[in-house]
């Protein structure tokens, strides 16, 4: 992974975690906005701009891929440079967790 890319993408913004969490299988925006609401209760909800730009960024930049068009959708999927990122930020997470349970 670039300095580049672990300096946009590491900490990652909600929208991006759970764009790149959605995408460990293929999908198309509006089923990644709908998975969100639903994995966050409703407390998450992502616009249609902020939803289509991380994903043109995300694809310029490599972490996802354009799998094919269904219905005029996009399905998109997590590439393997996604995946570094994204487990680096859940190592992050459990990190900040750990040290929240641990200070008392």
Known sequence: MDAHIKKVYVPMTETG????LCLRQEAHG??????????????????????YGSLS?????????????????????????????????MKRIERLYKNMTEVR
């Not at 909800?45 to 939803?51: C, E, F, H, I, N």
Request: hydrophobic letters at 35%; glycine letters at 6%; charged letters at 30%.
């Open 17 to 20: 975690f759970y764009i790149l």
């Open 57 to 89: 960024k995300m694809e310029k930049d490599g972490l996802i891929h354009f799998v094919r068009e269904e219905d005029k959708r996009k399905i998109y999927i997590i590439t393997d440079l996604g995946k570094e990122v994204l487990n680096l930020e």
């Open 30 to 51: 509006y089923s990644i906005v709908q998975k969100v609401q639903e994995l966050t209760n409703g407390e998450i909800k992502l616009t249609p701009g902020t939803m």
